[in-house]
């Protein structure tokens, strides 16, 4: 059974720190999405990762793929308050594209 | 544009009625998720569809139903509600194939129990 854990489940960072949150997964796989949250709304597609040594950036945040380890990277550049929201990561189940398994989430709080 | 709308968005109801969530989706995308979203639990899936009269069990599948008669709409249904199944409903699509197999999410539905 496929297996998707994030930590930290929070994180309150001040503006203008870096951190990184961490998504592992526990089958095999070559991608992993990113959706963000914000409180009370609807999932927005971040990243899609589609192989290994994946990156891709938007703005200041930046997702990593390594497939071996079993590992993606959500990194935060000097963190901006607009950026706090719940942060997902996400991967298929062996064998299919689309019936995605979803980690429990990070709550991002980004303080003044 | 195309999108993907939920109805109701927020509906109160009590143990023991059955309710529907409609999904509808004007992507023409061939798969079709339903989820549920509880606090310390992220997303969990109840069931899914890959194309029209495909219906497939997720993880979280006891006391729900869906059906797929066309390619635009998923709609969930409670046969006999539950407080347990109080919880905010995110129904989702994605194309089928060999694609990224992105999701793009409804706006939800919050589903109250009493």
């Known amino acids: 059974e496929l297996k998707v854990e994030q930590n930290p489940l929070f994180l309150s960072m001040q503006e203008g720190k870096n951190y990184t949150i961490y998504c592992n997964y526990s089958?095999?796989?070559?991608?992993l999405y990113w959706y963000r949250q914000d409180p009370g709304k609807s999932l927005e597609s971040l990243f899609v990762?589609?192989?290994?040594?994946a990156v891709k950036q938007e703005g200041r945040l930046m997702a990593s793929l390594d497939t071996k380890a079993r590992l993606s990277t959500l990194h935060i550049t000097a963190a901006v308050h607009d950026l706090s929201a719940t942060y997902f990561c996400?991967?298929?189940?062996?064998?299919?594209?689309?019936?995605?398994?979803f980690g429990t989430g990070t709550r991002l709080q980004v303080t003044l | 544009d195309a999108e993907i709308t939920q109805s109701p968005r927020h509906k109160i109801t009590e143990t023991g009625r059955q309710v529907t969530l409609a999904c509808h989706q004007t992507?023409?995308?061939?798969?079709m998720f339903w989820y549920r979203q509880d606090l310390g639990h992220g997303l969990r899936l109840i069931h899914y569809?890959?194309?029209?009269?495909?219906?497939n069990k997720g993880e979280v599948s006891d006391g729900y139903s869906v059906s797929r008669s066309n390619t635009e709409d998923l709609p969930l249904t409670l046969e006999s509600a539950a407080s347990s199944q109080t919880s905010v409903y995110f129904c989702?699509?994605?194309?089928?194939?060999?694609?990224?197999?992105?999701?793009?999410f409804g706006e939800g539905s919050r589903l109250t129990v009493l």
């Open positions: 989702a699509s994605s194309e089928g194939g060999a694609n990224t197999g992105e999701l793009f």
């Open positions: 089958t095999t796989s070559d991608r």
């Open positions: 990762l589609l192989s290994n040594g």
């Open positions: 996400a991967v298929p189940d062996t064998g299919t594209a689309s019936k995605l398994t």
């Open positions: 992507w023409n995308h061939n798969n």
């Open positions: 569809s890959y194309g029209v009269q495909d219906t």
